[in-house]
């Protein structure tokens, strides 16, 4: 293709008809959010998970098949006692609404990472979710809880040696190593989303962004509006995705 044959938007343009399938976000700056306003950083929490409640809607509105979102990483644990404890409790409030909302919303959840360590209430609800879930196929909201890239890539790993010494020989190609991720069966995320001003991937996704088309702003996660997702999604309009190709 030339380069003056490309009909592209203008900067700031989303062009509707041609949207990313699958759209990725770590959900960061919350307790900055909170520090900014002489706030304790829970509330900073509560706050993000309404952004959450917007953006989710939003992607749903507008048509993106799959949302993946880093909520609780498996280096998170490390926080007081007391902010893990109501990061949980933000989740279970999210998860009851969720739940109420989804026949109207046809929203399909998933969660990536080891439910195991996860409070009893909040591990039920993710099964009642994800079982409600399986009726819908609408956009898909993948939330990453107890996530962490290389866990998720040590699993994989495991699951194909275990194949591999029953004598399946395919079992370490990409393909077959993917099925054995959590995200088996979604297409990689086309665009990866980081606010709160850091440049880093803390352990997200890392198998599944070595094509993402990663964007970083430095507004904090509650600041996050829908304009801020117009705006990221039309930066990545702008992209020539080579794939190592010319
Ligand atoms: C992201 O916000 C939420 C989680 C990691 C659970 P932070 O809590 O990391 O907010 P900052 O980075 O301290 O501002
Ligand atoms: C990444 O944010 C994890 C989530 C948003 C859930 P962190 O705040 O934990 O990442 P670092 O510590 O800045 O790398
Ligand atoms: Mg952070």
């Known amino acids: 293709m030339g380069l003056f044959s490309r009909t592209k938007k203008e900067a700031g343009e989303v062009d509707f008809s041609n949207l990313p399938r699958h759209i990725a976000i770590i959900m960061d700056g919350n307790g900055r959010w909170a520090k900014k306003r002489a706030l304790p950083r829970n509330a900073g929490h509560a706050q993000g998970a309404e952004t959450f409640r917007t953006i989710a809607t939003y992607c749903k509105d507008i048509g993106i098949d799959y949302l993946t979102v880093y909520a609780f990483s ?28 989804m026949e109207r919303d046809k929203v399909k959840m998933k969660f990536f990472g080891d439910p195991a360590p996860l409070p009893p209430k909040l591990k039920a609800l993710i099964e009642r979710t994800s079982d409600i879930s ?30 591999l010494a029953k004598g399946d020989e395919t079992a370490f190609s990409e393909e ?48 996050f509006s829908k304009n801020d ?10 992209r020539d995705r080579r794939f190592g190709g010319v």
Not at 74 to 96: C, F
Not at 204 to 209: G, S, V
Request: hydrophobic residues 35%.
């Open 74 to 101: 498996t280096e998170n644990w490390k926080r007081p006692n007391d902010e893990v404890s109501a990061i949980m409790g933000l989740l279970e409030k999210y998860l009851y609404e969720a739940i109420d909302r």
């Open 176 to 223: 077959a190593f993917s099925k054995n991720l959590w995200s088996a069966g979604i297409p990689d995320p086309d665009l990866l989303i980081r606010p709160g001003g850091e440049k880093r991937m803390s352990n997200f996704l890392l198998w599944q962004a070595a094509y993402t088309e990663l964007y970083y702003t430095d507004t904090l996660w509650p600041d």
């Open 134 to 163: 399986t009726h819908y196929d609408g956009c898909q909201v993948n939330v990453c809880l107890n996530y962490g890239g290389r866990d998720e890539i040590l699993r994989a790993a495991k699951s194909c040696a275990e194949k």
């Open 229 to 238: 997702m117009n705006k990221a999604i039309a930066w990545y309009q702008q």
